[in-house]
């Protein structure tokens, strides 16, 4: 069954650094999203994306956050100067249509030290 | 008053027994509910996708949901260890549209 996959599965980065996290959808789907997960909190979304801009995000998607889909195939989160409070497990999450329901990567986890 | 809550549990019950979890919602605007599985240190794993009132089965589980009630229910029939995990409501208020997900609930089935 084709699955969303992310790289790397933990990063772990110095405060201040700049960070990429790296997702491939599902090959024919057409909506992108990014989650993210504090230890011990809900998954709370980040952002959606689709026909190659930005639909959506929250306000946790402040400037220091931008993605991109460089190619036919990658999906990126950029954090470009991490604080501590980034730390959290981040999803990828993609759909098919508007019909149909988000599928989830497994994860990368970010630790900030 | 929150979006979506759900019992964090934990919830333990012995292997066989019936699980039934629920989720509370509050805003009426939410159309499409999903149930999703969460093994530690994985990703969320689609269970359940639900439009309308009523009820929907697959295999071992059925998802309930009470529209006017603001109420949704995951049911799992003869339960197994292999079902011990933490299981997300879920939902949205258009297809694409962000999730909101409920805390989670913390499943043990007991051998």
């Known amino acids: 069954e084709p699955e969303v996959t992310q790289t790397p599965s933990h990063q772990v980065t110095q405060m201040g650094q700049e960070v990429i996290l790296r997702c491939v959808p599902i090959?024919?789907?057409?909506?992108f999203y990014w989650y993210r997960q504090i230890l011990g909190q809900k998954v709370e979304f980040l952002v959606s994306?689709?026909?190659?801009?930005?639909?959506?995000k929250s306000e946790i998607f402040d400037d220091q956050f931008s993605v991109e889909r460089p190619d036919g195939s990658n999906f990126t989160l950029k954090i470009r100067s991490t604080k501590l409070e980034d730390s959290a497990m981040y999803f990828c999450?993609?759909?098919?249509?508007?019909?149909?329901?988000?599928?989830f990567g497994d994860g990368t986890r970010l630790s900030i030290l | 008053q929150k979006e979506v809550e759900q019992d964090p549990g934990p919830l333990s019950v012995p292997e066989g027994a019936i699980v039934s979890l629920n989720c509370t919602y509050s805003?009426?605007?939410?159309?499409?509910f999903m149930w999703y599985r969460q093994y530690s240190r994985k990703g969320p794993e689609l269970l359940m996708y639900?439009?309308?009132?009523g009820n929907k089965e697959d295999g071992r589980f059925t998802a309930q949901v009470d529209k006017s009630s603001k109420y949704i229910s995951l049911f799992i029939r003869d339960s197994q260890p292999s079902d011990s995990a933490t299981y997300l409501c879920?939902?949205?208020?258009?297809?694409?549209?962000?999730?909101?997900f409920g805390k989670g609930t913390r499943l043990h089935i007991l051998p």
């Open positions: 999450a993609s759909a098919g249509d508007s019909n149909q329901p988000q599928h």
């Open positions: 090959s024919n789907h057409l909506y």
């Open positions: 994306f689709y026909n190659n801009e930005i639909s959506e």
């Open positions: 805003n009426s605007a939410f159309q499409y």
């Open positions: 639900t439009y309308s009132s």
């Open positions: 879920a939902m949205v208020m258009n297809r694409d549209d962000k999730i909101i």
